[in-house]
Nanobody
């Protein structure tokens, strides 16, 4: 099992950048697929980005392609989400998620077992 804590959210203007961090404890992040999800008020949680346990495969929602970049540093037990060219539509609580590698790479559709508490990102127009 792994415990996740997100940080780095805040209030920014459209066009600005933020970098979210997800720090893990309890176990190494090695062998865990990692992902970012977000949930806006009144909306269901949606997939944002994911990175495989090895870092060799990434997946992005169409809405963030070209603007967001997911990365990981297993030595620091941390996953990052670099968010550039932020839009008001990106406003949401962002959640970090983890799931132990089971031989599959269905990064977007898999059910993630471990979740952080979320960090608020607000983008003003």
């Amino acid at each position: 099992q792994v415990q996740l804590v997100e940080s780095g959210g805040g209030l920014v203007q459209a066009g600005d950048s933020l970098r979210l961090s997800c720090a893990a404890s309890g176990r190494t992040l090695s062998s865990y697929h990692m992902a970012w999800f977000r949930q806006a008020p009144g909306k269901e949680r949606e997939f944002v980005a994911a990175i495989s346990w090895s870092g060799t495969t990434t997946k992005y929602a169409d809405s963030v392609k070209g603007r967001f970049t997911i990365s990981r540093d297993n030595a620091k037990k941390t996953v990052y989400l670099q968010m550039n060219s932020l839009k008001p539509e990106d406003t949401a609580v962002y959640y970090c998620a983890a799931d132990r590698y089971d031989g599959t790479y269905n990064l977007q559709t898999r059910v993630y077992d471990y979740w952080g508490q979320g960090t608020q990102v607000t983008v003003s127009s």
